[in-house]
């Protein structure tokens, strides 16, 4: 299998570099860009299967950057900033990023993330394939598509997959620190709000009203679960 092509975007020569070469030891491929133009001609060349993407760059803000991005490709996008309020990461988690650490970091952790995310790369099992239809929703894991009464629903990468494994388990209740073990694969330190965040991005695109969602609902104090429209009092 080719190794996973990865693009790191930082303004600040000395963190790229670094990145840079700790993740060409670890195998992956890379190419690195300081700027927003720079790194958008690099993407469109190199098509990466993941960014680490600065949000404060010279020439753009990275929550564009990020957006601009993962409408052109599926790319995953772990944002990578010395911003350390969680309201920043909820708003880049909004915009689609699938991950967020920050400065200063540890190039250990900065891997294990990589990884985790890249893991969401997986071919399926044959058990995985089957696609699940719940009245006008379909999901298709394999092509990774949702379609709402016939219509392509855009879902970011980890939209899609806390989507999927929640409807692949209808009726059970999960909690946030669940879904997060089970979706983001790895043990999240920080916020857990960033569930909340990507449920309600999901909502927008899926519910018929999202203040009273019929398909992910809340179970209070404990966390979420999908139901079928079929069993939808």
């Not at 950057?65 to 708003?91: G, H, I, P, W, Y």
Request: proline letters at 4%.
């Amino acid at each position: 299998m080719a190794p996973a092509k990865i693009l790191v975007v930082d303004d600040d020569p000395a963190i790229r570099n670094l990145v840079h070469r700790f993740l060409t030891k670890q195998n992956y491929h890379m190419e690195s860009a300081e700027d927003g133009k720079s790194a958008m001609q690099v993407f469109e060349q190199f098509n990466p299967d993941l960014v680490i993407l600065d949000v404060n760059l010279p020439d753009a803000n990275g929550y564009s950057l990020c957006q601009e991005m993962q409408s052109r490709t599926n790319v995953f996008v772990l944002m990578l900033t010395s911003r350390t309020d969680e309201a920043d990461k909820v708003r880049g988690f909004a915009q689609g990023a699938d991950d967020y650490i920050t400065k200063p970091f540890s190039l250990v952790e900065l891997g294990g993330r990589v990884g985790a995310i890249l893991k969401r790369q997986r071919i399926v099992t044959t058990a995985e394939q089957q696609c699940l239809t719940f009245g006008g929703l379909m999901i298709d894991p394999v092509r990774r598509e949702v379609k709402l009464n016939e219509e392509i629903v855009p879902l970011t990468a980890l939209e899609f997959d806390l989507l999927h494994f929640l409807a692949a388990h209808p009726g059970r209740v999960w909690r946030r620190a669940e879904l997060i073990q089970e979706v983001w694969d790895y043990e999240y330190v920080g916020d857990q709000r960033v569930v909340d965040v990507h449920i309600g991005q999901i909502r927008k695109k899926i519910e018929i009203d999202t203040s009273q969602p019929a398909l992910i609902q809340t179970v209070r104090g404990v966390g979420y679960k999908f139901e079928s429209p079929a069993v939808v009092s």
